[in-house]
């Protein structure tokens, strides 16, 4: 497995690569690895002759500064994981080296979706994300990129991305990796304490029941039970939306017909967690 820090060295060692036609696996990530990223990087395996993974914590893309300072990191555990799984490739630069002087976001529009649930609560979010994608995908031009289906609209904003820039890279969705007690597997689950660990399964059970009453109960019952479980808890609901997945926007009544997905976002103390399930 190959280290690179600086894009020029990494985009010479893919030109030579590319001259012998290999096709490019891409998996960006921001590091403290874990099941879940790893379900991504076979799946590039599997389908790709060469994979590359990045590790960047992307400033852009934190709305909280805390949040930013808090993000675990793990560097050394995660290049173990990936040399294990069988990773070609890891990129791991530096701010400067993505940013150069200004450490800012381009900014996009994306059809309304950035407006939607995490973008209403993290101002800029999506522009980071975009900003950081785009920079990555220019850099290395993979042939496929796998993005997990846990953060379902930064998902379809890449699409958009991809679609919008006429970016050449196919943008495959993955499904949600999960701990045997259902909770979504996320780089933040290490900064909860033991106590809080014991709380949060109770999201992924509350989506699952809410997903279950959806066949019969009307939407204002849905999320009231929701509203409901979470005032009995001491986790912190920010939202719980039925949304349409290809736009995102909130439905007024459940259609079996349409793909809706029911998504929420929790916070436990300063802990941040996210989920989502699809009707
Ligand atoms: P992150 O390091 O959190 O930016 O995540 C990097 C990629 O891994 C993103 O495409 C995430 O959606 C994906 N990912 C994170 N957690 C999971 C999970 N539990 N299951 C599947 N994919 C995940």
Do not use: W
Request: aromatic share 8%; proline share 3%; charged share 25%.
């Amino acid at each position: 497995m190959q280290v690179f820090e600086k894009k020029s060295a990494l985009i010479h060692c893919l030109s030579l690569l590319k001259g012998k036609n290999k096709q490019v696996g891409f998996v960006p990530t921001m590091g403290a690895l874990h099941k879940g990223h790893q379900s991504l990087v076979l799946k590039s395996i599997e389908n790709n002759d060469i994979t590359v993974v990045s590790i960047f914590v992307n400033p852009t893309q934190f709305n909280n500064v805390d949040d930013l300072k808090k993000y675990p990191k793990t560097l050394k555990k995660d290049l173990e994981l990936l040399e294990n799984s069988g990773c070609d490739i890891v990129f791991i630069p530096s701010v400067e080296e993505i940013y150069a002087k200004t450490v800012v976001s381009k900014i996009y529009s994306f059809d309304g979706i950035e407006n939607q649930m995490e973008g209403k609560f993290r101002k800029g979010h999506f522009d980071g994300v975009a900003t950081i994608v785009q920079t990555l995908f220019e850099i290395i031009e993979p042939t496929n990129a796998y993005f997990g289906e846990k953060d379902f609209q930064q998902l379809q904003i890449v699409k958009k991305l991809v679609e919008k820039e006429e970016l050449p890279t196919k943008v495959i969705g993955c499904p949600i990796y999960r701990e045997k007690d259902g909770l979504a597997m996320s780089s933040r689950n290490i900064r909860l304490s033991n106590e809080q660990r014991l709380e949060v399964p109770l999201i992924y059970k509350t989506l699952k029941k809410a997903i279950e009453f959806a066949k019969t109960k009307s939407i204002k019952d849905i999320y009231d039970f929701v509203q409901n479980e979470f005032d009995a808890s001491s986790l912190k609901l920010e939202y719980f939306t039925i949304a349409e997945e290809s736009t995102l926007k909130e439905v007024s009544e459940i259609n079996f017909n349409e793909k809706n997905r029911a998504f929420i976002a929790v916070n436990v103390g300063q802990i941040r967690l996210i989920d989502n399930l699809s009707l």
